[in-house]
């Protein structure tokens, strides 16, 4: 029996019905995705709240500045990349439209709104393969004049993914990606959170507070790597304790409540009383695992989450920091603009910088 799709697969799916048909009434999404009408409509509002999708009678379809080209069928006599409308096409290949990228794929629109330019949207679900065949699509088949995209680099087979990426003759600018040979990094324009910046500044906040024992927990994520990187420079440069028991990589992509529990125990034995944790969904699950084990957070386990997305609205509003999302869309169209007026200008790297917001989470621990 297949397992039912998670609801970001499920708003992929719907996605791409919607891109290769136009719209679809509702009663037929639930059909064809084996789900009930509430389920959809639910769907459907979210990716309407995103700006994704609009209502039409009877149904749903993309919203026209997101709306792909058809890859057949065109008239041949209009200029390649620019079909049916007038000015620059832009393709923006994102790994998933649940949870981080919608706010960069909606700064990337208000921007590109603005200079009058069209996106085109693609989704590759954190593949390698589906990144190459997405940004294929979008250069050989619609012609887009540039390429913002968020690949997969940071796997293993990456390397050879990023080279591709060079040898493109349409422009690319990496949406929080680095790749990690220089000569590609030199090649490739760039504009990317300082997420190594975030994660000091949710140590130096508390240890402001009184804390020394600061663990961070994390899951496995393009992030991790660089968050961890700026742990480790904030616990040198604050003179905090360290150790590998204060290193949890201990949640799983659910955040199951199994793995909450396994971090919350790893944090009591390593006798801390404050954590980074990344991300918002694995901060709430944490702070009701507290609520329920008895744990008093602020006053016994201060909390940070890293992203931001929800944090505020939690039951308990949780301090967190916030990648600049929309900042990181709004730049990215900036900087291909820039690139497609003047070809031959010097490639950019773009590095924005997170903010911390405090909120009830965090407190000087008890003496």
């Known amino acids: 029996m297949t397992a039912p799709a998670l609801a970001s697969e499920r708003r ?4 791409g019905i919607l891109a290769r048909e136009g719209s679809a009434r509702l009663s037929t999404l639930a059909h064809r995705l084996g789900v009930t009408p509430v389920t959809v409509r639910r769907d459907v ?3 309407a709240e995103q700006g994704l ?16 080209e058809p890859t057949s069928g065109a008239d041949e006599h209009e200029p390649h990349g620019r079909r049916g409308q007038e000015g620059t ?6 790994p998933s439209m649940d949870y981080y990228y919608p706010g960069v794929l909606s700064g990337a629109r208000a921007a590109a709104e603005e200079r009058g330019i069209r996106l085109v949207l693609g989704v590759s679900s954190y593949r390698i393969d589906e990144d190459r065949r997405q940004i294929q699509r979008l250069v050989e088949d619609i012609g887009v004049d540039a390429v913002l995209t968020a690949p997969a680099i940071d796997q293993p087979d990456g390397g050879e ?8 003759r349409t422009p690319v600018v990496l949406l929080e990606r680095t790749p990690r040979r220089p000569t590609q990094h030199a090649l490739l324009e760039s504009v990317v959170t300082d997420h190594a910046l975030g994660a000091g500044l949710a140590l130096e906040h508390l240890a402001s507070l009184g804390h020394r024992r600061i663990a961070l927990a994390s899951r496995t994520s393009p992030t991790t790597a660089a968050l961890r990187e700026g742990w480790q420079a904030g616990v040198r440069d604050l003179a905090l304790p360290e150790g590998p028991e204060l290193d ?3 949640y799983n992509e659910t955040g199951s409540r199994e793995s909450i529990d396994r971090a919350l125990d790893a944090l009591l034995a390593a006798r801390s009383t404050a954590v980074l944790v990344h991300a ?10 507290c609520d329920e084990r008895g744990i008093s957070v602020p006053d016994d386990l201060s909390v940070i989450a890293y992203d931001d997305e929800v944090a505020a609205i939690a039951p308990q509003p949780i301090t967190a920091v916030r990648p600049p999302r929309r900042t990181v869309g ?10 497609l007026a003047d070809p031959d200008r010097p490639s950019q790297r773009v590095v924005l910088s997170p903010q911390l917001h405090a909120r009830a989470t965090t407190a000087p621990p008890r003496r």
Do not use: C, F, N
């Open 89 to 94: 096409t832009i393709g923006i290949v994102v």
């Open 248 to 250: 949890l990589v201990t």
């Open 280 to 289: 918002d969904p694995e901060s709430i699950a944490l702070l009701e695992r």
């Open 12 to 15: 992929e799916q719907i996605l």
């Open 45 to 47: 509002a979210q990716l």
């Open 330 to 339: 709004r730049t990215a169209v900036r900087v291909v603009a820039e690139r």
């Open 161 to 168: 993914l990023a080279t591709w990426l060079t040898e493109l």
């Open 53 to 68: 999708v609009q209502r039409v009678h009877g149904g749903v379809s993309l919203t026209a500045d997101v709306r792909p």
